[in-house]
C-alpha cells in the first residue's frame, strides 16, 4: 500500500496519520496543564498520578530502578517527587506517556524497538552526563534528560505504524551509506525529526521539548539552544558507545557543539563506562514502556 505512493503524497499519509493518534491519557494531559501553572504545587501533581493508579504504578517500578540508585525503597508517589524533584516527575510521566503511544504492536517489531529504547535511555543519560558537565542548571539538566528520551519519538512511530516504509528506509540508508534521516527524507519527503516535532506538538508538550525532538539533528548554522545542543552531542556520543539505534543512526556531530562541549579525547573511556552502565540499568524496567 503506502510503499506504491509517491513522496509527497507519503508525507501528506504520514501527516495524517499522526493527527489520527490516540489522546494521551486525561492523568498526563493535565499532568502537563499543570506545568503550565507557576502556583502548581508538588501535592498537585501527587494528586494527579495518583488519580491514575496504572500510572502511579510505573513511576513507583521506574523510580525503585537501579537506574536511580536510590538507596531507600520509594513507596509513595509524594515520596517520589520529594526525591527526585517536581521536573524529574513530571517529565518521566510525559516520557512513558509517549513512548506508550507510539510502541511497536508485532512480536517482529519488538527487538527493533529494544534498540531504540536502549538509544533513547543511552542518549538521555548522556545528555545529563554532559549537561552536569557544562555546569548547567538543574532544570536544564532535567529538560535535556526528556528531549534526550523522546528525541528519536519519530523513528518509534514509523516503526509502530509504517514498519515497511522503515524497511525500506533501513534498507536504502545500508546500501548508500547515507544516513537514517537523508534516506528518510528520499523515500518519505519527510525525517523521524520533523514527525517527532509534529508529535509534541500535537501532544501539546513544552516548546523546548519541541524543540529539541525537531532540531536534534543539525548541521547548525550557530550555536544552538543549550539545550538542543545537549540532545544533539548526547546523540553523537551514546551512537558511538555502541547505543545506536540503526546502524547509520546519528553519527555526526556539530562543529559548534562540539566547539562548545570540548570533550577531551582522554574523557571518553570513563564516560562510555557510565553511558553503558546506566543503559543496563534502564534495562529493568524496558518492559512498563
Ligand atoms: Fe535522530
Ligand atoms: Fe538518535
Redo the contacts with the bound molecule.
Keep these: 500500500m503506502a510503499l506504491s505512493l509517491n513522496r509527497s503524497a507519503l508525507r501528506r499519509y504520514i501527516e495524517r496519520s499522526i493527527q489520527d493518534l490516540p489522546a494521551l491519557p486525561t492523568a498526563v494531559t493535565r499532568v502537563l496543564e499543570l506545568t503550565e501553572n507557576p502556583n502548581a504545587t508538588a501535592s498537585d501533581l501527587d494528586k494527579l498520578i495518583g488519580s491514575d493508579p496504572a500510572l502511579a504504578t510505573k513511576v513507583l517500578r521506574v523510580v525503585n530502578s537501579a537506574y536511580y540508585g536510590l538507596s531507600a525503597e520509594v513507596s509513595t508517589t509524594s515520596h517520589a517527587i520529594v526525591i527526585l524533584g517536581f521536573q524529574q516527575v513530571r517529565n518521566l510521566v510525559l516520557s512513558m506517556a509517549a513512548m506508550s503511544l507510539v510502541k511497536a504492536r508485532t512480536q517482529a517489531m519488538i527487538q527493533t524497538q529494544y534498540a531504540f529504547w536502549r538509544h533513547a535511555f543511552g542518549t538521555a543519560s548522556t545528555a545529563r552526563m554532559l549537561a552536569e558537565r557544562k555546569g548547567c542548571s538543574v532544570e536544564t539538566r532535567d529538560i535535556a534528560y526528556t528531549g534526550a528520551l523522546l ?2 519519538l ?2 518509534l512511530f514509523l516503526l509502530a505504524n509504517f514498519p515497511d516504509l522503515l524497511r525500506e528506509v533501513l534498507r536504502q540508508s545500508a546500501a548508500t551509506g547515507i544516513m ?2 537523508e534516506s528518510e527524507q528520499r523515500v518519505l519527503g519527510i ?3 520533523e514527525i ?1 516535532g509534529m508529535l509534541t506538538q500535537v501532544w501539546k508538550f513544552p516548546v523546548e521539548l519541541t524543540d529539541m525532538v525537531a532540531h ?2 543539525g548541521p547548525y548554522n550557530e550555536m544552538p539552544s543549550v539545550s538542543v545542543a545537549l540532545v544533539h552531542a548526547a ?1 553523537y556520543y551514546a551512537s558511538l558507545c555502541g547505543f545506536a ?1 540503526v546502524p547509520n ?2 553519527f555526526y556531530l556539530d562543529p559548534f557543539v562540539d566547539e562548545w562541549l570540548n570533550l577531551r579525547e582522554e574523557e571518553l573511556p570513563a564516560f562510555f563506562e557510565a553511558i553503558s552502565e546506566k543503559v543496563r540499568d534502564a534495562e529493568t524496567f524496558f518492559d512498563l514502556i
Aim: aromatic share 0%; glycine share 18%; no cysteine.
Design positions: 528525541h528519536d519519530g523513528e537514517m534521516q525525517d523521524h525529526a517527532g536534534h539533528h546523540d539505534s543512526g546519528s
